[in-house]
């Protein structure tokens, strides 16, 4: 069964202050994902990548960063962390075209 | 505008009682996928489906590819359904950048 481990499994953190999110998988996958999830927004696309050492933006990018520097590790940081960036956070790896397998998710509570 | 639409947005059955939940999406998919999102709030995929119909299991899903329209019929449902179904198309047309609806919320009652 594929594997997509996140970590932590929930934060408080405050405004202003840095936040890193985590994303370990063992599916040997190429692509990775993180997801946001909002009440009446559903998940949406931060950032992915398809190959170690390289990011690219998704939907909502403003206020993260991403970093890949394995193929099994996904990060999301957030340098300056803001109220409205409260949410559920879901990491994700796929091959291309193929299955999602989600991590548990994030959930974040900036103060 | 929401590029992803689905209804309805709650559905309560009694157990046994088939349900169908529809995807309505305003641009061109490559991909459909349908999505289940336990209470517990983890996710796991249920099916692709881009266009035709597929099974497995109790699931149907119908992708009309030209009428940007996807449901998903569960049959004979159990408690154990009960969660939050989420379509996500892809708009990347390479396969890896989803948009997803904001989900059918599903209660079976035994």
Same mark, same amino acid.
């Given at each position: 069964?594929?594997?997509?481990?996140?970590?932590?499994?929930?934060?408080?953190?405050?405004?202003?202050?840095?936040?890193?999110?985590?994303?370990h998988q063992?599916?040997?996958?190429d692509?990775?994902?993180?997801?946001?999830?909002d009440?009446?927004?559903?998940?949406?696309?931060?950032h992915?990548?398809?190959?170690?050492?390289?990011?690219?933006?998704?939907?909502?990018?403003?206020?993260?960063k991403?970093s890949?520097?394995?193929?099994e590790?996904?990060?999301?940081?957030?340098?300056?962390?803001?109220?409205?960036?409260t949410?559920?956070?879901?990491?994700?790896?796929?091959?291309?075209?193929?299955?999602?397998?989600?991590?548990?998710g994030?959930?974040?509570?900036v103060? | 505008?929401?590029?992803?639409? #689905?209804?309805?947005?709650?559905l309560?059955?009694?157990? $046994?009682?088939?349900?169908? /939940?529809?995807? +309505?999406f %305003?641009? &061109?998919?490559? #991909?459909?996928?349908?999505?289940?999102?336990?209470?517990g $709030?983890?996710?796991?995929? /249920?099916?692709? +489906?881009? %266009?035709? &119909?597929?099974h497995?299991g109790?699931?149907?899903?119908?992708?009309?590819?030209?009428?940007?329209?996807?449901?998903?019929?569960?049959?004979s449902?159990?408690t154990?359904?009960?969660?939050?179904?989420?379509?996500?198309?892809?708009?990347?047309?390479?396969?890896?950048?989803?948009?997803?609806?904001?989900?059918?919320?599903l209660?079976?009652d035994?």
């Amino acid at each position: 069964e594929a594997a997509v481990t996140q970590s932590p499994r929930s934060k408080v953190a405050v405004t202003g202050g840095k936040v890193t999110l985590s994303c370990h998988q063992t599916n040997n996958h190429d692509y990775m994902y993180w997801y946001r999830q909002d009440t009446g927004h559903g998940l949406r696309l931060i950032h992915y990548s398809y190959v170690a050492d390289s990011t690219e933006k998704g939907d909502i990018p403003d206020g993260y960063k991403a970093s890949r520097p394995s193929q099994e590790n996904f990060s999301l940081i957030l340098e300056l962390a803001s109220l409205s960036q409260t949410a559920v956070y879901f990491c994700a790896s796929s091959e291309r075209a193929e299955t999602l397998y989600f991590g548990s998710g994030t959930r974040l509570t900036v103060l | 505008g929401q590029q992803v639409q #689905q209804s309805p947005a709650s559905l309560v059955l009694q157990e $046994g009682e088939n349900a169908e /939940l529809q995807c +309505n999406f %305003s641009s &061109t998919a490559t #991909q459909l996928q349908w999505f289940y999102q336990s209470p517990g $709030g983890s996710l796991v995929s /249920l099916l692709s +489906n881009p %266009s035709g &119909t597929k099974h497995t299991g109790r699931l149907t899903s119908t992708t009309v590819t030209k009428e940007r329209r996807s449901s998903l019929h569960i049959s004979s449902s159990q408690t154990t359904d009960s969660g939050t179904y989420l379509c996500a198309i892809d708009r990347s047309n390479m396969g890896y950048k989803l948009t997803f609806g904001t989900g059918t919320s599903l209660l079976v009652d035994p």
